[in-house]
């Protein structure tokens, strides 16, 4: 079993709204209330007692206004927060605990699916203390539900994404295999010999985002008309990220219907936009998300993703003798090993580089489950015999 989401856009009425911003607010205020009440005990040397919601809506009553497995889960999001918080110290990351900010872009709150409390019905969902709420329902909602989160952002849009517990089917076994190299010019190249262009959707748009930042700029903080200039702006990268995953989702299915093994680089994107000059083109083509989507992806329907050491010279080395050139820079396109004096297309070649160093890697780790799965079969022949003896 898996677990899969699925996301709609709401269409509450005015009473399901206020209720939402009502929700929105306290889930926040008990959030950034426990947080307070932790860093002031820490500070003063004191020790912390676990509180749950219970007690504060003792001393908040308004807080008994909205779901309370909503408020449940705010302070279980704490807890992680502190988790993750402690776990970053001990591998020496910088990490902060922030309070949550009313001014955030969007919010959110989550809530579960207790004694079916959370039901679908044709194109309307029931929530805890909002009772049928009506949404665009663009695909069927398949699997057992789990829970639901309910998103508003700055534009006043409500969201809804459905987590279900589902059985997804496995792809039919492949014979193809596939190397891709990533890059700027052409978003990938790969071991066909076959390219993905580049939209750069930032870039087609950054003339307007340009003038609509400008215009925000030169408005007065805290002002309503900087708040309709900020709509203004967050509805443009609004349109970006929606054009940028939605072509990153017919990419990564494509291929992960049409290859058995796909080969790909590790790539540090954090340091790589530490280069001025190409940060900008790097952040815009989302080569993290676009290794999420095929990493989940190639789970759920039985393929296997291999990514190569960053640090690994697919650009350099010639696919065809393994002479490595040394000198070469990131202008040069194509460059003539000096071994073999074959002419070589720097993308296709680092592509093909990819797919064998991806292979090896592949068969590698086929051949140590093989022999851990042979020493764990012998060793229980063992710890049968001495039994029968």
């Not at 829970?147 to 279900?164: D, F, G, P, W």
């Not at 295999?177 to 990533?182: H, P, Q, R, S, T």
Request: aromatic share 8%; net charge positive; hydrophobic share 30%.
């Amino acid at each position: 079993m898996n677990y899969k989401a699925f996301k709609f856009r709401l269409t509450p009425n005015k009473e399901q709204q206020i209720l939402i911003s009502k929700t929105l607010g306290c889930t926040r205020f008990l959030y950034n209330q426990m947080l307070n009440e932790r860093q002031t005990k820490y500070k003063n040397k004191e020790k912390y007692k676990n509180k749950t919601e219970s007690l504060y809506k003792a001393e908040f009553p308004f807080l008994k206004e909205v779901d309370s497995v909503a408020l449940q889960q705010s302070r279980v999001d704490l807890e992680t927060s502190y988790k993750n918080f402690f776990r970053n110290l001990k591998k020496k990351q910088k990490t902060s605990l922030k309070f949550k900010s009313k001014r955030n872009p969007k919010n959110s709150y989550r809530t579960l699916n207790i004694n079916n409390s959370i039901r679908i019905e044709e194109n309307r969902v029931k929530l805890p203390k909002l009772g049928f709420v009506k949404f665009k329902k663009s695909r069927d909602i398949i699997g057992k539900i789990k829970s639901v989160t309910i998103s508003k952002n700055i534009l006043n849009k409500y969201y809804i994404s459905v987590l279900c517990e589902t059985e997804i089917n496995k792809l039919s076994t492949l014979d193809k295999n596939i190397g891709i190299d990533l890059g700027i010019k052409d978003y990938l190249t790969t071991s066909d010999n076959t390219t993905e262009p580049n939209h750069k959707y930032l870039r087609k748009s950054e003339l307007k985002l340009k003038k609509a930042q400008k215009t925000l700029s030169k408005r007065v903080k805290n002002s309503k008309n900087r708040f309709k200039q900020q709509k203004k702006v967050f509805r443009i990268h609004e349109r970006i990220r929606n054009q940028r995953v939605d072509a990153l989702h017919k990419l990564s299915t494509k291929l992960i219907n049409e290859n058995q093994v796909i080969c790909l680089e590790n790539l540090s994107v954090s340091n790589m936009v530490k280069n001025h000059k190409l940060a900008k083109s790097i952040s815009d083509c989302g080569w993290s998300k676009f290794v999420d989507l095929l990493k989940y992806k190639s789970e759920w329907y039985g393929r296997e993703l291999v990514q190569i050491d960053k640090f690994f010279p697919s650009s350099k080395l010639c696919n065809v003798c393994g002479y490595k050139n040394k000198n070469l820079q990131l202008k040069d396109r194509e460059w003539t090993c000096l071994n073999c004096k074959i002419l070589l297309d720097r993308d296709f070649n680092a592509a093909l580089n990819i797919l064998k160093e991806g292979l090896r890697i592949f068969s590698e780790e086929l051949r140590t489950q093989k022999n851990r799965r042979d020493d764990e079969v012998s060793l229980l022949n063992i710890q049968t015999l001495v039994c029968n003896s």
